[in-house]
Structures are given as C-alpha cells and as structure tokens.
C-alpha cells in the first residue's frame, strides 16, 4: 500500500520551455505533498509544501512564481517549472502523507533536462 | 531551524567489513529515518526511529537512535557489494510534522 506515482519519470526540453510534472496517490487520500530537488551528488531540498485546497508554503529562496504548486485535489499534486532553464535541471522527488505523523511516501521522481 | 549532519560522506570498504555512519541533528525530534538511494531512483526506506533506544535491524543494516544525544547511527555488519548506495537520514521536527530535513548522504561502495 502507500503507493505515489510520479509523472513524467525523465524529460528533456529546450529552454523556454515550461514543464508540468504531476504526483498522485494512488491508494490514499494525501493531505500534504512535498516537492523536493534535488541535484547531482547531493541531498533532497525541500522545495515547498503544499495542502490541498491551500496555496503551497515554499521554502526560503524558493519562487514561487518559477515554480507553481496546484494541490487540487486529495490524490493529486503538480508541480510546473515555468520558463525552465538549464540550470533548472535536476530530479524533481514528490511525497505525500495521509496525515499527522504518518510517513513520507517516496516517488520515483522526474528528472528534468533543459538543453 | 533543523539541521542535519550525517558522516561521512563517501565510504569505500571492502566486502565482510563492518562501519557505521552517523547522523546528528540539531534540535529536538522523535522520528528519524534512513533512507537508500541506488542511482537514478529515487528513495527506499529502510528504517524508522520512533524513540530513544530505538534500534531496528535489517539483514546486515542495523540502526538506532539516541534522542538525548540528537544522534543517530547506521551499523553495516559484513558488507556485501549489494549494499552500494547512497544513504540518507532524515528527521522530522518535533514542533512541525512537515518539516523533514535530510543529511548529506552517504556514498557507499563496497568492492570484492
């Protein structure tokens, strides 16, 4: 059980390009996602939070307006990088928690290219 | 703010030795978890500490957990080559369920 599903797993797009990227729950109502990043040889930072129904709390030098957060629904979170660039590229990594104390539950992640 | 600091950050051993790598952290939690990462994917979860003494075994992984001390370690008891990966802790805030911040990770490759 506890099962996330994370959409594209690998893109490569010019740059310009905007990019959504979705994460579902597929077996659990999730009232919280977490989108991290997270760079070659380096630990997962955590990009935002985001509740459904709410706007997403972001992490400090995080934008928002380059990265937007949609928490539309229980099972269901996007994450679009706007106007990507190259240096945008990384692995993307969402999780979701049903509630309270529960664990995390890992995507597969999407690694995002930019040429 | 939660800080981790996990050490060290790349190990390289030999098959049937034994290491421990360790995970601090800088403010008060009672979760603590390991994670592996193989490259290319994204993260398994190995363990969860829920309390002091906490110590949790799996094959040839053990960890534990000292609240007290804000120290967590993860034992590799007669390393295998399958055990090559990267290794994350990552602790949960106390004050904030939604605020898990991980360590650096730890890089390990064990050679025959």
């Known amino acids: 059980g506890a099962v996330v599903s994370q959409h594209p797993s690998w893109v490569i797009c010019k740059s310009g390009t905007s990019v959504k990227i979705e994460c579902r729950s597929l077996?659990?109502?999730?009232?919280?996602m977490f989108w991290y990043r997270q760079f070659p040889k380096q630990s997962l930072m955590l990009m935002a939070t985001s509740n459904e129904g709410s706007k997403a709390t972001y992490e400090q030098g995080v934008e928002k307006d380059k990265f937007l957060i949609n928490h539309a629904s229980l099972t269901l979170s996007t994450l679009t990088v706007t106007s990507a660039h190259p240096e945008d590229s990384s692995f993307y990594i969402c999780s979701a928690i049903q509630g309270g104390n529960q664990p995390q539950h890992f995507g597969d992640g999407t690694r995002l290219s930019i040429l | 703010e939660l800080k981790v600091e996990q050490n060290p950050l790349f190990l390289s051993m030999q098959e049937g030795k034994n290491y421990t790598i360790y995970c601090n952290y800088s403010t008060t939690s009672d979760r603590l978890y390991w994670y592996r990462q193989d490259p290319g994917k994204s993260l398994e979860s190995l363990f969860v500490l829920l309390s002091n003494g906490a110590v949790k075994q799996e094959g040839r992984l053990m960890a534990s957990l000292d609240t007290k001390a804000r120290l967590s370690t993860l034992h590799i008891t007669a390393a295998v080559h399958d055990l090559s990966a990267t290794y994350f802790c990552?602790?949960?805030?106390?004050?904030?369920?939604?605020?898990?911040?991980f360590g650096a990770g730890t890089r390990l490759t064990v050679k025959p």
């Open positions: 990552a602790v949960v805030s106390k004050y904030n369920n939604n605020d898990m911040r």
């Open positions: 077996d659990f109502q999730a009232t919280t």
